[in-house]
């Protein structure tokens, strides 16, 4: 028995010693990311046989929700023991580990490989601090797409969907009249600020977008259009179901693909429940940009790369940034993912009707812009999305109490 | 009491490694997290100074009001629901029922599970789509309403029904302890003399589990000022702003919304408000006492 | 109440008959069907009800497929047995590149959890009884300051904690982790078995003090013995607690250490990603078979006479 348990311990020991054995000749990038579940894993696993390929060794460690692995990825590198590489969404998140010196700037691999001239303008920016590139982009998520039920609008006698938000009313109406919910929405404060940031874009424009959310205009803010944006907002109030608070975006999803609700406004992350549910794009279920179909609001996911003293990490983590910016390895990532590619020089033709839309605005500057997130501290948009929800949720809250929470919430950032 | 110099030493000596941890992590953290209230820290701590601008925005901020009345309303609810459905349930366990180990089992069984998905439930359950509202009126009762989880006014008594469903299965199992450590002469004594059950555990075992009731609150307590995963899974705080608490602020601004010298300033303000309500507590509690014992 | 007596003996061995026992205890005959009685199991059954209520829900759920979950009610029964999710949730479900399901954490939670729970006990039982039992000076400032840090939110800590750690040079590992678990468990610990023992009678001790017992002989052999329920709800706190806790094995135990609780947070959370209902579920039930084992085999401590005598007025 004993030399049994000899045997054993000395094989584990073994293996393990032997691992590190078989890393030391090949780069190894431990990657921290939060994509855990289906397509987001099959996502990732694109990413990692592509490292494997090009003689890496990916180590994956994964953590669901963005603020855990966030939480784990700051702490190891504060603590000293950071992973090669780490996702981050795009925008300000990272400003601080910049600041700090606790990542590694990407410039000179970005200009060898002349990413910028590929990238969407907005985020390859959002990316960069001080004219460098900090963080790699990896994929563009659009965040104003507005899917609906063809069944449910022509049952309801909706010919198509309404090109502007007031329009959009009445063909509400309707679609309740019929005995359907007119608007899935998912009560949740993060649902409600992309439904009401698509409103700001589409009804507003892009300028009032600006001034508000990347200006923090309080003057804009209290114009008759900004007003008008809240109560084009507000009305949408009374379309949603009784359900609705509290409600995960999926289960919204589920209310249009099965046809019980008309329509959706959420990130084309949502097509991925729509395919397994087996609907297919401008068939069963339509896809549009906004209503107009005009501009983009485009966000998506870096990696960030924290800097390490070692010569053999900064390789692996060179390789890794190559890898997942490879055109091929962008079109199988994002086709499991549901994003588009962060580059515009890649074959498409594989993408769906709705991807399709979006890579046609993503190839114009002007027709596209930068989901809020990016543009604005985490702070100050926490404190918007509290304006925004109670707002949302009580009837009785007018369109002033709006402007006055903005305003007072750019005063206290400033 | 004669002091023995030797004994007391080990006494001494077994509790300076326990002064060590708490200087270092308690005291340690507490005064950080005041240093950073005063700092407008973003994701990582700096030490750029700002007073009490932190405080200003915090109190300014309708979020943070509604957040103390809502703790307060869900403490209050809360601590007293739990004590009670826990002491009802140890009481009733301890009357020789059949089957206890496995109702004992059923009724703290929610305290194992993670709330990430028995929220999910609750949310379920309260959901006037999905949940009991729709099945009884699927069963004729066409006017029922439960619709607390999704209406601004009820959402924080949504949240009280799910915690004492977690909670109170734990008062029970610490009350069984204790019912079980009573006498049995004391039910021979109560029987001959007559006095009827439900004023012997009112009047005479209830005083006696007083120490095991303190702790009970105590608990209780610190799930009420830690609140969090409840929230999050039953309401994420809504609707609208209706159900959120400090804890979630706090862990809002730490992780999310990366504001951590706001996150810490609202720890300060709770750790505060704590400390002024369990210091005279403690004080007439334990500390008045000549005895070297605690509470008897 | 106070009336001295010979509770010692209460402590000795049990050879005790069940039921025989449990009828002398109360002296009451539970036998007969009283209103009373019904009342008492009316209820207990209203109570059993409510509390099964989720997880009925939940194992229902477990059961059917994502298209009837969608489609049907939740309070529908599933329409056949698919324990498909439940396997899947063990063993194959892709928590980031993995598919191994939930399992993989196992070893690491329970290597978490022993020298966690049994040193979190032995500081708490220890720290109480030094601080009900001995003057020690500092003790009430020492206690005050314990019971006023449990309120703190323990994410506050993690930076701190994080810096002071890899300091120390045992960031980001098994030993940080329980470190970690035994400083969180010292105020509620302490607490609890300071108020316990704060019951237990003063005359015990002094006579073991007569005896010429020391501080430990003392804890060892008069006290400890006594302190079985207690021990009993300690251990189901601490495994409860250490067993779910998420956020700290993630950020203090290091990538080999990572207990299952991250695995379980990987197969149920998400935030734009698919959710897979009943497999989160299943994953969430199995996760927490160790505390349920633990609440049910801790049953036969639960029994009258064991603990006879340790609360007194």
Not at chain 3, 179 to 190: A, D, S, W
């Amino acid at each position: 028995m004993k030399q049994f348990a000899a045997l054993v311990l000395a094989g584990a020991a073994l293996s393990i010693v032997s691992i590190p054995a078989v890393a030391q000749d090949k780069p190894t990038a431990e990657v921290m990311h939060w994509w855990t579940s289906g397509g987001e894993a099959a996502a990732i696993k694109e990413f990692a046989k592509a490292y494997d390929a090009a003689g890496g060794v990916w180590k994956d460690t994964a953590t669901a929700l963005g603020e855990n692995s966030r939480a784990a990825a700051i702490n190891r590198m504060v603590g000293g023991n950071p992973p090669a590489a780490a996702q981050f969404n795009t925008g300000k998140q990272f400003d601080d580990l910049v600041a700090q010196g606790l990542v590694r700037s990407i410039d000179d691999l970005s200009k060898e490989e002349g990413w910028q001239a590929v990238m969407p303008p907005f985020l390859y920016d959002a990316a960069s601090r001080d004219g460098k590139l900090y963080a790699l982009p990896i994929n563009v998520h659009g965040q104003n797409w507005m899917f609906y039920s063809k069944k449910v609008l022509s049952d309801s006698g909706v010919e198509s969907l309404p090109t502007g938000w007031d329009a959009l009313v009445p063909a509400l109406e309707k679609i309740r009249a019929a005995g359907f919910i007119p608007l899935a929405q998912g009560g949740q404060p993060w649902q409600e600020r992309l439904l009401f940031s698509a409103i700001l874009l589409g009804k507003g424009g892009k300028d009032l977008y600006f001034k508000i959310y990347r200006d923090h205009d309080a003057e804009a803010a209290q114009s008759d259009e900004f007003r008008g944006v809240v109560e084009a907002f507000g009305a949408l109030r009374g379309f949603v179901d009784q359900g609705s608070p509290g409600r995960n975006w999926n289960d919204a999803t589920a209310l249009v693909l099965q046809d019980k609700a008309g329509m959706q406004l959420m990130g084309d992350w949502a097509v991925g429940e729509f395919r397994t549910a087996g609907k297919v794009a401008d068939k069963d279920y339509g896809c549009s940009i906004g209503l107009k179909g005009d501009t983009l609001i485009v966000g998506g996911d870096v990696f960030v790369f924290p800097k390490t003293g070692d010569e053999a990490q900064v390789k692996a983590q060179n390789l890794l940034a190559k890898t997942m910016l490879d055109p091929a390895t962008q079109v199988k990532f994002n086709l499991a993912k549901g994003s588009m590619p962060i580059r515009n020089d890649v074959d498409t033709g594989e993408f769906n009707a709705c991807a399709q839309k979006g890579m046609a605005l993503l190839k114009d500057k002007d027709s596209q812009v930068p989901v809020v997130d990016i543009i604005m501290s985490a702070s100050l948009l926490g404190a918007l999305d509290d304006v925004l929800t109670q707002y949302w949720h009580n009837p009785s809250a007018s369109a002033d109490d709006v402007v006055e929470g903005f305003v007072s919430a750019f005063e206290l950032e400033e | 009491m004669t002091t023995r110099p030797r004994r007391l030493r080990m006494a001494t000596f077994v509790v300076l490694p326990a002064w060590a941890l708490v200087l270092a992590a308690y005291v340690g953290t507490m005064v950080w997290t005041m240093q950073i209230s005063f700092t407008d820290s973003k994701l990582l701590p700096v030490d750029t100074y700002v007073g009490f601008d932190q405080y200003e925005r915090l109190f300014s901020s309708t979020r943070w009001l509604v957040s103390l009345q809502n703790v307060a309303i869900f403490g209050v609810l809360f601590i007293a629901g739990s004590l009670v459905v826990g002491f009802l349930l140890a009481v009733a366990l301890d009357q020789h029922v059949r089957f206890e180990n496995t109702l004992r089992t059923i009724f703290l069984y929610p305290y194992a599970m993670s709330f990430i998905v028995t929220g999910l439930i609750w949310q379920w359950l309260m959901n006037p789509g999905l949940g009991i509202q729709k099945a009884v009126q699927n069963w004729g009762w066409e006017s029922f309403r439960f619709d607390w989880a999704v209406n601004r006014e009820m959402a924080i008594y949504a949240v009280v029904i799910a915690g004492i469903w977690q909670a109170s299965g734990l008062v029970m199992a610490l009350m069984l302890a204790g019912l079980r450590g009573i006498d049995a002469d004391l039910w021979k004594a109560t029987r001959i003399e007559g006095i009827p059950p439900w004023r012997v555990y009112l009047f005479i075992i209830v005083p006696m589990l007083r120490p095991l009731i303190i702790t009970a609150v105590v608990l209780l307590s610190i799930g009420v000022v830690k609140a969090f995963d409840l929230v999050v899974a039953l309401t994420s705080g809504g609707p609208g702003i209706a159900s959120e608490v400090p804890a979630k602020f706090i862990m809002d601004y730490l992780f999310t919304r990366q504001n951590i010298g706001l996150a810490t300033a609202a720890a300060t303000v709770m750790l505060i408000t704590v400390a002024s309500v369990l210091t005279p507590w403690l004080y007439f509690e334990y500390f008045r006492k000549a005895r070297p014992r605690g509470a008897a | 109440m106070s009336s001295p007596r010979p509770t010692v003996a209460a402590a000795a061995p049990l050879e005790r008959p069940a039921n025989r026992q449990k009828s002398v205890e109360r002296g009451r005959k539970p036998k007969r069907l009283t209103p009373g009685r019904i009342g008492l199991y009316a209820f207990i059954a209203v109570a059993a009800a409510f509390f099964l209520l989720p997880a009925v829900i939940m194992i229902f759920t477990s059961l059917k497929s994502m298209d009837e979950i969608r489609d049907g009610s939740i309070f529908a029964l599933p329409q056949h047995l698919d324990f498909s999710a439940w396997i899947a949730a063990w063993s194959t479900a892709c928590t980031g590149l993995s598919c191994d399901g939930i399992r993989v954490g196992f070893w690491n939670s329970i290597k978490i959890l022993v020298p966690s729970v049994v040193l979190s006990i032995a500081a708490g039982s220890i720290l109480g009884y030094a601080l009900s039992f001995w003057r020690v000076r500092g003790a009430n400032v020492l206690f005050a300051i314990l019971l006023l840090g449990a309120f703190l939110p323990y994410q506050i800590f993690i930076y701190p904690m994080v810096r002071g750690f890899s300091l120390l040079g045992i960031y980001n590992s098994l030993a940080c982790i329980v470190t970690i678990h035994v400083i969180f468990g010292l105020p509620v610990m302490t607490l609890i078995f300071r108020n316990f023992y704060a019951g237990l009678p003063q005359e015990l001790f002094n006579a073991a003090r007569v005896d010429g017992g020391g501080f430990w002989r003392i804890f060892l052999y008069v006290i400890l013995p006594m302190s079985t329920p207690i021990l009993i709800v300690a251990a189901i706190l601490q495994i409860t607690g250490i067993w779910n806790d998420f956020i700290l094995g993630l950020v203090f135990a290091g990538r080999e250490n990572l207990p299952m609780t991250v695995q379980l947070n990987n197969v149920v959370n998400t935030t734009y990603g698919e959710r897979t209902y009943n497999m989160n579920m299943a994953a969430t039930i199995l996760t927490a078979a160790v505390p349920l084992v633990v609440y049910f085999v801790s049953g036969r401590w639960f029994v009258r006479g064991i603990a006879a005598g340790a609360v007194k007025g």
